[in-house]
Structure formats: C-alpha cells, structure tokens
C-alpha cells in the first residue's frame, strides 16, 4: 500500500477506541488515583480492535523537528511527589499491530531520532512534556516509519495498560504538501459539472503528492503529481491501486469533442508556479463511452 495514501487515509479515522480497551486493575483496585499514561494526541489515527494506538503527524524536511508528547497523571488529585517516568521504544509493538491490522509500518530506526531516557511530572502538577527529536531530512520515502514510545516504568503509580505504549506515525512532507483551493471542470460524456472544493495533496515523495482526480476521490480516482523543479512541469500518474487508470495528460488542448467550459481552461497546461504556490492540470482517463477529462487550477490555501 502506497504510504502516502495510508497516511492520508489514517487522518480521516476520528474512531475512538478506547472503550475497547482495558487498564490492568488488578495491580490498583483504584486505578483512578494513580495511573500514568501518554495523553492522547490530537491525530488519533487507529482502527478498532488494534491494541496499540496509531497517531499520525507530518513534518517540513527539515534537518530536525520536535515532536511533542505529554505524559500525564490521572490521579484523583495532582501528583502528590515528582513523579519520574523512565521512557524507551517497543518495537515488538509495531509487530503486533501490523499483524493485527494488516499494516506495513516500519519500526523507525534509533539514527532518525532521540528520546529523552526520563522526563519528571512535578509534585502538585498533572503533566510533563517529552520532545521527542526527529531527522525528517533523513528519512527514507519508501518507509512508513512508526515510532513505539513506551513508558518502561514511573516512580509512583502505575503505568496504563491501554496508554501505556503508543505509537507514532512520522513522515516528511514536501514543499507541495499542503490543503489547495481547487476551480474548475469536468468533462464527461454525460455528467459534465463544475468542480470547487478543498483538497488535501500529500507527500510521496520528495518532489511528488497524490491528489483526487476532480471530484471522484470517494470513488478511487486519485492521482500522482511530480514537479520537476528545473522547469515547473507537472507529469501525472494514477496513484497506487487509482481507479480508472491509465491517465493521460492533455498539456496543451482538449481531446475532441470537448471545447472549454470554463475561464480557466486556458491556463490549464499541467504546469505549477512556485511564486503563487498554484498548480495547472488537464488530465483524464478513457470510460466506456469516452474520456473523462479534469481541468484544475489549485491554489494552495
């Protein structure tokens, strides 16, 4: 499975899950006091029925980037002492969920990242912040890196059984990756209509985002976008696994029988302007009764 569009489609899961899961009351018969655990981050990306929790979060290919992640105590009351919890990796977590989910997610290896070995909630307060740094700049596109961060132990209390280990999903953006205001048209032998929605492109790959085609993403249209950077041109692909395909690109006019619909069909020519941030497309694929043609202007928003 392409792991841009893994990622893309995680961030559409607001499943809660944690019903399904249960902490270890065995250990504290009131686990309200005293459990320590990872507080959710706000891209909550996992299915239910996994064990472990996926979050998902993309980051600028920078040579490093923080990634924040509280831990906190759920007492009934704020810690009644510093609270030191002792941090690492489980990697047999992603293991697990992979084989649960079916997912291919790989454990991030230790070069493209560091933990902190502890962090202390404070006596009287509730939460700590770990930092987590990362190396975007080094990662490999071809992996869908997850990291296991895992509470090993705390100085006081318990560690949660449903929230104990998360794990987060991690992965370079491109400069193209971003929400864009898309106008425009699609040409179709007989459902012809306007486009004008918000679309989501998202990384591929250092010079590549996937994008719907038109307004048939629901549908399984979704197409590839790479920018050469030298000269701005645009070559289009079908995503991995995009209905419809092959696509064929039209750069410089129509296939017949169609005539423009709209006033930016002119500029459509399968270019993007770096100044305006805005890409051009004219694109399709051929139906059963004729081609399926796209043009776009996206503006990034």
Known sequence: MNYSIKIAGLFLFGVAMTSCLKDDISLDPDKSTNVVEFKNPSSFASPSGSTYSLYSQSFDLADEADYPVTVSYSGADVAPEDITVTLGVDTAAVTQYNTEQEEEFDAITPDLYTIPATVVIPKGQRRAEVVIKLKP?????????????????????????NFGTILLGVKA?????????????VYHPTAPRAVAKNKPLVTVSPTTVSVELGDLGGSGYNANLTVDPKTNKVTITPAA???????TQFDKELPAPY???????????????PATKTFYLRYGYMGANGWRVTEEILVRK
Do not use: E, R
Not at 137 to 161: C, E, R, T, W
Not at 173 to 185: E, H, L, V
């Open 137 to 161: 700049s080094k990662f490999d596109f071809a992996k869908n890196y997850v990291l296991p961060i895992q509470i090993k132990s705390v100085s006081s209390g318990i560690v949660s059984g």
């Open 259 to 273: 005539k423009a619909a709209w006033t930016g069909a002119p500029k459509a020519n399968n270019t993007y302007d």
């Open 241 to 247: 696994g995009a209905a419809g395909a092959p696509y």
């Open 173 to 185: 953006k491109n400069i193209y990756d971003a929400t864009y205001a898309a106008t425009g048209y």
